[in-house]
């Protein structure tokens, strides 16, 4: 039950992160065939004066560090949950010691970068870019950039308690309907797991 109301309150949390996104109006561009995802591998031509304003806006937003960020969040995150799953076992620090030294070792932060810029450049026109830059470099687009991570993490903690808030409901309405994905929690007060000694 705690994996499933985990997974539940991760998939809120996701959903509050993805909504936090600076809000940007960004023109739709016409396609008359549907978008194919970005092959990182591909070599994609993007003109190179598009490219610098990609790169000058990921650096104005600080999301040309989002790789590294994304990678200690990740790594701190995946620790947590192998010391929570398992908090008797004496191996399980080491595991995820070793673990993020060899995750660090094969992820390049800088790869992201490189992969992402034909993204941006899918969906951004010149115009765009110019836009969210002198957005960004303005007083109010810096005080935002400053304010986000603040508003994402209070929106984060807000997403989680209401996804377990919402979670354990569905949880109760589903107990009767499946006891055997939903145990009875009185029974598990009363009959604790025995211990691993």
């Not at 490219?51 to 994304?70: F, H, N, P, S």
């Not at 603040?150 to 929106?155: D, F, N, P």
């Amino acid at each position: 039950m705690r994996k499933m109301t985990l997974t539940c309150v991760l998939l809120a949390g996701a959903l509050v992160i993805l909504l936090q996104a600076p809000a940007t109006r960004v023109k739709a561009q016409s396609r008359t065939t549907p978008a194919k995802p970005v092959d990182a591998t591909a070599a994609t031509k993007i003109d190179s004066a598009k490219e610098a304003k990609i790169r000058q806006l990921m650096d104005v937003t600080g999301a040309k560090d989002l790789g590294a960020q994304l990678m200690e969040a990740g790594i701190s995150q995946f620790r947590a949950s192998v010391m929570d799953s398992q908090p008797d076992n004496p191996r399980a620090k080491q595991f995820a010691d070793a673990f993020a030294a060899r995750f660090q070792k094969h992820f390049d932060p800088h790869t992201l970068t490189e992969t992402v810029i034909p993204i941006y450049d899918k969906y951004l026109s010149d115009e765009d870019l110019q836009g969210l830059i002198a957005y960004y470099q303005s007083p109010l687009g810096q005080r935002m950039l400053k304010l986000l991570p603040e508003v994402a993490h209070e929106s984060q903690m807000a997403g989680f308690a209401l996804g377990q808030k919402v979670a354990q409901e569905t949880m109760d309405e589903l107990r009767a309907e499946y006891p055997e994905f939903v145990p009875n929690t009185t029974d598990d007060d009363k009959h604790p797991a025995p211990s691993k000694n």
